[in-house]
Each structure stands twice: as C-alpha cells, then as structure tokens.
Antibody
Framework: QLQLQESGSRLVRPSQTLSLTCAVS??????????WSWIRQPPGKGPEWMAF???????YYNPSLNSRVTISIDTIKKQFSLTLSSVTAADTAVYYC????????????????????WGQGTLVTVSA | EIVLTQSPGTLSLSPGERASLSCRAS???????LAWYQQRPGQAPRLLIY???NRAAGIPDRFSGSGSGTDFTLTISRLEPEDFAVYYC?????????FGQGTKVEI
C-alpha cells in the first residue's frame, strides 16, 4: 500500500529557504506511469500545484512560483524533495506530497494528470 | 492559466438530500481533463472523480461527475454524514494544473 510521508522544516524565517522531503513506501518510485508532486494549501484556501518530477529527473514547474522552486528525486532512497527560496509570509501553508499518474516513453515524459494519492501534509510557517 | 470558479461557496443540506456542485472554467478544459476531490477537516484531499466522470478506486457510486468544455458538475445522490466536507475541482488539460477555491457542504 502506497504511503507518502513529508518531513522537513516547520518554521522558516523570511527570505530563507524552505526544504521538505517526501518518503515513498509501498510502491516503486521508478515507474514510467507515475510522477511525484508537491502541492501546497494556504490556510482557508484551495490547493496550489507547485511541481512534478519523474524518476528520470524530468520536471514540470508552476510558473507562478517564479523559479523559486526546485524539485529533486533520489530513487535509491525512495524519496523526493522540494526547496523554495526567498520565502515570505505568503508561503505559509500546508505542504503535501502526492503521486500523479503520467507517462514516460524513453527519454520523453509527458505532463502528469491528477493526484491519486496524497501524504498527510505538513504545516510550514514563515515567520521571524 | 485556466481559472476554475466553484459555486456555491457553501451548500447547506441534510443527510439523504442530493447535492449538486458546479465548477466553471475560464476556458475550455482540454479532453475534459477535470478531477474532483473531497477534503475533510484536518485531512489531505482525496481523489473522487477524474476525466470528468470516472470514479476513482473505492469511491461509492453515490458520487458522480458530469460536464464538458467549461461547465462541470459533481453530484452526490444521497448525502451520508461523512460526505459533509469541502470539495475541490482541478483541471489537468492545460498547464499549469489549477484548482478551484472549493465548495463546502455543511449540515
């Protein structure tokens, strides 16, 4: 059974970098048919997709984050990670890792779809 | 980017009643690639529907999705106590993936 578990810094100072990791268990992280994603949800608001990554290292980012976000994957450790630089109070949110069905064919990976499994989420607060 | 507008913001109903939730897109959603999620308090969202009308694994058949183009609907045929929650739509036909602001179904 797939399990996703977020870990990382819960309190980040303004202008610093937020770092989170998601441990994947119960399934292969190296499937050509699934990608791995970060989504965040500010208090009282709807979710916002941030980034996808496939096991090949192929990535897709939300342009609204203005290149502040980086997603990476470690297939040996079965985990993927998020960094978000230059944080402000507006980055305070519950951060979720999730799995998204998608498709890779050889070197080409296509944009993934919806999110069929989610971690429990971790609240990250940006405050001095 | 596609903006998804959900209505109503809050739906007040009783157990056993029928709920109809709307999701309207600012432009046509490619291939009707629209999903619905349920979020209970303190929990992560749970996938209910994908491809506008396909129920995800383990989702009861009282949940159904319909629509195409820019107008989509999630229907809960008979509300159970555990269905009182917030529901979000999400489009995956166009980059970037976007979510609606949610509809709260309350007793």
């Amino acid at each position: 059974q797939l399990q996703l578990q977020e870990s990382g810094s819960r309190l980040v100072r303004p202008s610093q970098t937020l770092s989170l990791t998601c441990a994947v268990s119960g399934v292969s992280i190296s499937s050509d048919y699934y990608s791995w994603s970060w989504i965040r949800q500010p208090p009282g608001k709807g979710p916002e997709w941030m980034a996808f990554i496939y096991h090949t290292g192929s990535t897709y980012y939300n342009p609204s984050l203005n290149s502040r976000v980086t997603i990476s994957i470690d297939t040996i450790k079965k985990q993927f990670s998020l960094t978000l630089s230059s944080v402000t109070a507006a980055d305070t949110a519950v951060y979720y890792c999730a799995r998204a069905p998608g498709y890779c064919s050889g070197e080409t990976c296509f944009p993934p779809y919806y999110f069929d499994a989610w971690g429990q989420g971790t609240l990250v607060t940006v405050s001095a | 980017e596609i903006v998804l507008t959900q209505s109503p913001g809050t739906l007040s109903l009783s157990p056993g009643e029928r709920a109809s939730l709307s999701c309207r897109a600012s432009q046509s959603v490619s291939s009707n690639y629209l999903a619905w999620y349920q979020q209970r308090p303190g929990q992560a969202p749970r996938l209910l529907i994908y491809g506008a009308s396909n129920r995800a694994a383990g989702i009861p058949d009282r949940f159904s999705g319909s629509g195409s183009g820019t107008d989509f609907t999630l229907t809960i045929s008979r509300l159970e106590p555990e269905d009182f929650a917030v529901y979000y739509c999400q489009q995956y036909g166009n980059p970037p993936r976007t979510f609606g602001q949610g509809t709260k179904v309350e007793i």
